[in-house]
């Protein structure tokens, strides 16, 4: 396919396709959750319908999360305008970029939604698991930005992450990640619908960076350890890496292609056809072909990821050499065989 130059970016020949589609991914995630925050926030649980009395132990709960609901609500909103604007006119990297780190430092600083707590201790303070939770939030909201660059990939892989997130979610009895992740997969199934190629809408940074900021804020919310040992087997900490495990192809292609952009003497902000799912296009597949490659090798990884929160410790170093087996396998095919963009680019 012929590409083309757009704004200092190397872009697939354009196509008579609208990019909307990223309005109708953040209506059905924000029209739900603000419906059910108001509706919560209303609820007198000594009035209720005798149909609702099996969640009066759960109101007082989603209560208490109110606020986050809402401050998560207003940074979903903020990023889907952020993303329409440069849908229309695109921007600089580093006022985005710039953006892009305000909810990360929101929801770590004073909401407490952070990982690696147990630094805290060690580093006299909080600061050490701010910090990783912001780089948390921009790596993966860019990460899934990144991978929005053929028909049906981004979606497809939100609706597979999702789901692996979302058993998680159930298993350990959150529901109010799992009512959210429940949402993000709706969403992106409806769309992908229309985005499976060939595709009749694309999402746009407006959708793209709105699911990567969910799937970072759901991944920090979510409990990895089976109920009975969040307390009593501190052994298994390598739980925490199951959202690493799940989002390994995103990861994979952010930094394979960022890592091209950079041997090259690019900038790792300007966009080419340099990314996972183009390399593989380019050895012979198609596109449909591509993406379900990569759907497969992203379900290989949930897999693990699902397995890890309930390994003992060898199984869990198993898991861990198998999935890094996995990317090691894709990048050393991809780096030796014909046409590779590292050995051209050096």
């Known amino acids: 396919m012929d590409s083309k130059a757009v704004e200092g970016q190397i872009k697939e020949e354009s196509r008579r396709i609208p990019n909307t589609g990223g309005i109708a991914i953040a209506l059905g995630i924000l029209i739900p959750m603000i419906i059910a925050i108001i509706g919560i926030s209303l609820f007198d649980p000594n009035s209720y319908p005798a149909f609702l009395a099996p969640l009066q132990e759960h109101i007082s709960g989603l209560k208490s999360v109110m606020p986050l609901g809402w401050t998560l609500v207003g940074c979903l909103l903020g990023l889907h305008l952020l993303g329409l604007l440069d849908d229309r006119r695109p921007m600089g990297p580093w006022g985005k970029l710039a953006i892009m780190l305000i909810p990360g430092i929101i929801f770590a600083a004073f909401f407490d939604t952070r990982l690696m707590t147990m630094l805290d201790s060690y580093v006299g303070g909080r600061w050490l698991s701010i910090l990783i939770t912001v780089f948390w939030f921009t790596l993966i909201t860019n990460a899934m930005n990144f991978i929005d660059n053929m028909d049906g990939l981004s979606s497809g892989i939100a609706i597979i992450a999702g789901g692996s997130l979302l058993a998680a979610a159930i298993l350990n009895e959150q529901w109010f990640v799992a009512a959210i992740l429940a ?39 979510t409990t990895y350890l089976p109920i009975s040992e969040t307390s009593s087997n501190a052994s298994n900490w390598y739980a925490v890496l199951m959202p690493v495990v799940v989002l390994a192809i995103p990861l994979y292609d952010f930094f394979s292609v960022t890592s091209i952009r950079i041997m090259q003497g690019k900038s790792p902000f300007v966009g080419d056809l340099q990314h996972f799912s183009h390399r593989i296009r380019d050895r012979g597949l198609s596109g449909r072909c591509t993406i379900l490659v990569i ?52």
Request: charged share 10%; hydrophobic share 55%; aromatic share 12%.
């Open 183 to 221: 949402l993000l997969i709706g969403s992106c199934f409806g769309f992908w619908v229309f985005n499976f190629p060939p595709a009749k809408i694309f999402m746009g940074d407006s959708g793209s960076l709105i699911i990567g900021m969910l799937l970072a804020f759901l991944t920090v919310r």
């Open 295 to 346: 759907y497969c090798l992203t379900i290989a990884t949930a897999i693990s990821g699902l397995l890890l929160a309930r390994a003992n410790q060898w199984q869990a170093a198993l898991l861990g050499i198998q999935v890094v087996l996995l990317l090691a396998a894709i990048a050393l095919f991809e780096y030796r065989s014909p046409n590779s963009p590292q050995r051209d680019g050096v």
